[in-house]
Antibody, heavy 126, light 113 residues
């Protein structure tokens, strides 16, 4: 069973860039099994917002509302993928989850998330 | 964007009783070419990430107890817990994956009466 673990600063100042890394174990971000490595966030006490995904080929798809500020990348040598969100404000305060969607089965879909990290709280404050 | 609206926002059910959660999408998530509804359900317990329960509106994920079932088509869907157990206390979310911008409902909190 693949395991995902987020890491990164828990506090980011307004206007700066939020940077998070997700380390994948018992699986590979380079797997050609059609996995979509995703980021989803949840403001405290609120619902879920999909941020985007990066495919093993490096292709990406971002939420249009965040697209101008989001960059995702793969680090194949360390079996990680990462999220950068620029020009953050207090509205970006949330628990950020890395997650995996898709898979080789025809029953799976890129946006069906069957594996989640535990999440990491990022607070935007000066 | 497809807006997902769940009802109720919260419900309290006695142990062993049925819990029903509704989810309505602002447009159909039924893809006519394969007759599949692009709708999933997730369970989130306090302090934990969500867990996928149901996909394609009615297919139960491996390992999910059979007291959980999903139904509906087009724009209206239901998650049913046939006999509520203490471990089912959680917030439940529906999600559409019909478009390239997946969206979630606001969540329904299920508690024990």
């Amino acid at each position: 069973q693949v395991q995902l673990q987020e890491s990164g600063p828990g506090l980011v100042k307004p206007s700066e860039t939020l940077s998070l890394t997700c380390t994948v174990s018992s699986g590979s971000v380079s797997s050609t099994d059609s996995y979509y490595w995703s980021w989803i966030r949840q403001p405290p006490g609120k619902g879920l917002e999909w941020i985007g995904y990066i495919f093993y080929t490096g292709s990406t798809n971002y939420n249009p509302s965040l697209k101008s500020r989001v960059t995702m990348s793969l680090d194949r040598s360390n079996n990680q993928f990462s999220l950068k969100l620029s020009s953050v404000t207090a509205a970006d305060t949330a628990v950020y989850y890395c997650a995996r969607g898709g898979g080789p089965s025809a029953l799976r879909h890129a946006y069906l998330i069957d594996n989640w990290g535990q999440g990491t709280l990022v607070t935007v404050s000066s | 964007d497809i807006v997902m609206t769940q009802s109720p926002d919260s419900l309290a059910v006695s142990l062993g009783e049925r819990a029903t959660i509704n989810c309505k999408s602002s447009q159909s998530v039924l893809y006519s070419s394969n007759n599949k509804n692009y709708l999933g359900w997730y369970q989130q317990k306090p302090g934990q990430p969500p867990k996928m329960l149901i996909y394609w509106a009615s297919t139960r994920e491996s390992g999910v107890p059979d007291r959980f079932s999903g139904s509906g088509s087009g724009t209206e869907f239901t998650l049913t817990i046939s006999s509520l157990q203490a471990e089912d206390v959680a917030v439940y979310y529906c999600q559409q994956y019909y478009t390239t911008l997946p969206t979630f409902g606001q969540g329904t909190k299920v508690e024990i009466k």
